[in-house]
Antibody
Framework: EVQLVESGGGLVQPGGSLRLSCAAS????????MHWVRQVIGKGLEWVSAIGTLGDTYYAVSVKGRFTISRENAKNTLYLQMNTLRAGDTAVYYC?????????????WGQGTMVTVSS | DIQMTQSPSSLSAFVGDRVTITCRSS??????LNWYQQKPGKVPKLLIY???SLQSGVPSRFSGSGSGTDFTLTISSLQPEDFATYFC?????????FGQGTKLEIK
């Protein structure tokens, strides 16, 4: 079964750090671009970051310079290091696989991990 | 960056109704447009990809159309399980971007 399982979320004070992990299984992880998408509960979806199969990285303006995406193909794991966290970063963070076919689609989503930034 | 705008932001309809949701991009994305359905407390689910292709397992009452900057998602006959929030998303360029969502509610 194709699966993504996030971990590492929690409560952190403003200015603090967290590292999210996403364990992939059931597919060849190294062959896929991977993304992080976040969602404030009850609100819309916001793309956060992406990493390509060659390790190229991309960030939303709102997190650039504070967040770092990385992958460890040997461990089938995606990471998001989040530093200098702000209240506005509070959201559910989803790990997402992007399938590149006729178009590019977010075809597999993890269950999400909640990040709360509050004092 | 490409901005995605959906309308309406909310919609009330009866079971059996035909409904249409529209999505507009701030620049041409050719056919790189996907639609997702999200039910409360659940993960988004891919419905339509490449503007008009139905994802495997999705009922045929769902359809998509459009190209360039204007797209639509149509549900031909609403079923009780279709009441959810729908998001469009462009995959033409990075940063990827989503519409703000359309919440479909039972009338």
């Amino acid at each position: 079964e194709v699966q993504l399982v996030e971990s590492g979320g929690g409560l952190v004070q403003p200015g603090g750090s967290l590292r999210l992990s996403c364990a992939a299984s059931g597919f060849t992880f190294s062959s896929y671009d991977m993304h992080w998408v976040r969602q404030v509960i009850g609100k819309g979806l916001e793309w956060v970051s992406a990493i390509g199969t060659l390790g190229d990285t991309y960030y939303a303006v709102s997190v650039k310079g504070r967040f770092t995406i990385s992958r460890e193909n040997a461990k089938n794991t995606l990471y998001l290091q989040m530093n200098t966290l702000r209240a506005g970063d509070t959201a559910v963070y989803y790990c997402v696989r992007e399938f590149v076919g006729t178009t590019n689609t977010f075809d597999v989503w993890g269950q999400g991990t909640m990040v709360t930034v509050s004092s | 960056d490409i901005q995605m705008t959906q309308s309406p932001s909310s919609l009330s309809a009866f079971v059996g109704d035909r409904v249409t949701i529209t999505c507009r991009s701030s620049q041409s994305i050719t056919g790189y447009l996907n639609w997702y359905q999200q039910k409360p407390g659940k993960v988004p689910k891919l419905l339509i990809y490449a503007a008009s292709s139905l994802q495997s397992g999705v009922p045929s009452r769902f359809s998509g159309s459009g190209s360039g900057t204007d797209f639509t998602l149509t549900i031909s006959s609403l079923q009780p399980e279709d009441f959810a929030t729908y998001f469009c998303q462009q995959s033409y360029s990075i940063p990827r971007s989503f519409g703000q969502g359309t919440k479909l509610e039972i009338k």
